[in-house]
């Protein structure tokens, strides 16, 4: 896959959130969720603690593209 900013080739991956296996240790905490936002849009959550998500990062500009499932954005007005 080629990175849609420089159009180097990009590293097929994943991504998750937080410093790595879940134990017992780390699974009664909240690390936080990956969110988007846009100005006219409501806050959009891109990936909760749990979720792992394939994904492509481009070693040449740190761009990083994850395929999360659909939850669809809402606006601020509804
Ligand atoms: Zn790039």
Request: contains cysteine; charged residues 20%; hydrophobic residues 30%.
């Amino acid at each position: 896959m080629k990175c849609s900013k420089c159009s180097n080739e990009m590293v097929e991956g994943s991504v998750h959130i937080g410093g790595g296996v879940r134990t017992l240790f780390t699974g009664g905490i909240n690390l936080g969720n990956l969110t988007f936002k846009a100005p006219q849009w409501k806050e959009h959550i891109v990936q909760e603690t749990s979720d792992v998500w394939p994904a492509h990062y481009c070693d040449n500009c740190g761009a990083v593209t994850i395929e999360t499932a659909r939850r669809g954005l809402s606006t601020l007005e509804s």
